[in-house]
């Protein structure tokens, strides 16, 4: 996270008016960063928790994709714990109502901030470091609290994708800025164009996202490319149907059966498919001898292009090259 982001999460915290969660006995205490205040020297102690990840679920509108989360895109993280021999930085997380489904699981927590830690935590349990707990830091949030706070941490990280970033932007611009793009861009201090583009790469269709690899794979740049090839209506169809195909041939690689096919290539195909096919080439060949080697012509953009084969010998060349001036001085 930059520093600019960091100082805005901790505005954000500090705009919070319900106090962090004090009531367990059994959590460690921790000074809060960034509280030491000028005028009294008082420090505002918070409350976090060591709890089995099991506790713990993923916020609804957690604008993470857990189910992408794999080993080797959390290879980083899960090298770092087992290097520390704990989880260095606590997950924020709040309490579930009294009466949510997910009660009936066991579960008390819903993970606002750190799946990928949440992930990290469960794997190494499940593979042989039994002594890692889950560390999490209790805050009454509301929604749109807990949306901001999500996206100021992840805004600046690569493993979160373009797209879930976008479809979170998409999701909170009606259930709490009323479909205002200003309000949003205004609480969110980006401007209105960085967060039209996002909101445009969520209406990409279904069958586009399926052209790719990964849900990682596609980026805000790509959407700026293909939205105008799926907004006219010449070209839409060409562009759905190779995308379609291309969608098939993923499939098959993550089946392990052919090479998924990378995202310029998609995008080249895409595009490809718009522009339709291309014409054939048009050619004259000029040989004296029906059997003879050609010269062949070619012309583009007002030039005339002349080939021929390297091992052509020079009588038959020179013959060709003189049935080709002929010809093109005839016409004159």
């Known amino acids: 996270m930059s520093k600019r982001h960091d100082a805005i999460f901790d505005d954000v915290l500090k705009g919070i008016d319900a106090k962090p969660i004090s009531d367990d006995r059994g959590g460690a205490r921790f000074l809060k960063r960034s509280n030491a205040l000028a005028e009294s020297g008082e420090r505002e102690e918070k409350l976090l928790r060591w709890v089995e990840p099991e506790v713990c679920v993923m916020w609804a509108r957690h604008n993470r994709a857990?189910?992408?989360?794999?080993?080797?895109?959390?290879?980083?993280?899960?090298?770092?714990?087992?290097?520390?021999?704990?989880?260095?930085?606590?997950?924020?997380?709040?309490?579930?109502?009294?009466?949510?489904?997910?009660?009936?699981?066991?579960?008390?927590?819903?993970?606002?901030?750190?799946?990928?830690?949440?992930?990290?935590?469960?794997?190494?349990?499940?593979?042989?470091y039994p002594q890692f707990r889950y560390l999490i830091e209790v805050r009454d949030l509301t929604d749109e609290e807990a949306f901001r706070l999500a996206d100021l941490e992840n805004r600046d990280r690569e493993d979160i994708s373009d797209l879930?970033?976008?479809?979170?932007?998409?999701?909170?611009?009606?259930?709490?800025?009323?479909?205002?793009?200003?309000?949003?861009?205004?609480?969110?201090?980006?401007?209105?164009?960085?967060?039209?583009?996002?909101?445009?790469?969520?209406?990409?269709?279904?069958?586009?996202?399926?052209?790719?690899?990964?849900?990682?794979?596609?980026?805000?740049?790509?959407?700026?490319?293909?939205?105008?090839?799926?907004?006219?209506?010449?070209?839409?169809?060409?562009?759905?149907?190779?995308?379609?195909?291309?969608a098939g041939e993923q499939a098959l690689a993550r089946q392990g059966k052919i090479a998924p096919v990378l995202a310029p290539t998609v995008v080249a195909r895409l595009k490809a498919a718009a522009e339709g096919p291309r014409p054939a080439r048009s050619s004259t060949m000029f040989r004296p001898d029906p059997k003879a080697p050609g010269l062949e012509m070619r012309r583009r953009a007002g030039k005339v292009l002349l080939e021929f084969k390297e091992s052509m010998p020079e009588a038959a060349l020179r013959a060709a090259l003189d049935a080709f001036l002929a010809a093109q001085y005839q016409k004159r």
């Open 66 to 128: 857990y189910a992408e989360l794999t080993p080797e895109n959390c290879d980083d993280l899960i090298s770092s714990m087992r290097a520390q021999g704990r989880q260095e930085f606590p997950a924020v997380v709040r309490r579930l109502p009294a009466g949510a489904p997910a009660r009936q699981d066991g579960a008390e927590y819903e993970v606002i901030c750190g799946a990928r830690r949440h992930f990290a935590v469960t794997w190494l349990k499940a593979h042989n």
């Open 164 to 246: 879930e970033r976008a479809r979170d932007y998409a999701g909170a611009l009606d259930h709490y800025y009323g479909g205002s793009q200003k309000a949003m861009a205004e609480r969110l201090e980006v401007s209105e164009a960085w967060l039209s583009r996002y909101l445009k790469l969520a209406e990409l269709p279904p069958a586009i996202v399926a052209a790719f690899a990964s849900i990682r794979d596609l980026r805000e740049l790509h959407a700026r490319t293909l939205r105008p090839l799926l907004s006219d209506d010449a070209t839409a169809g060409a562009v759905l149907a190779a995308a379609a195909k291309l």
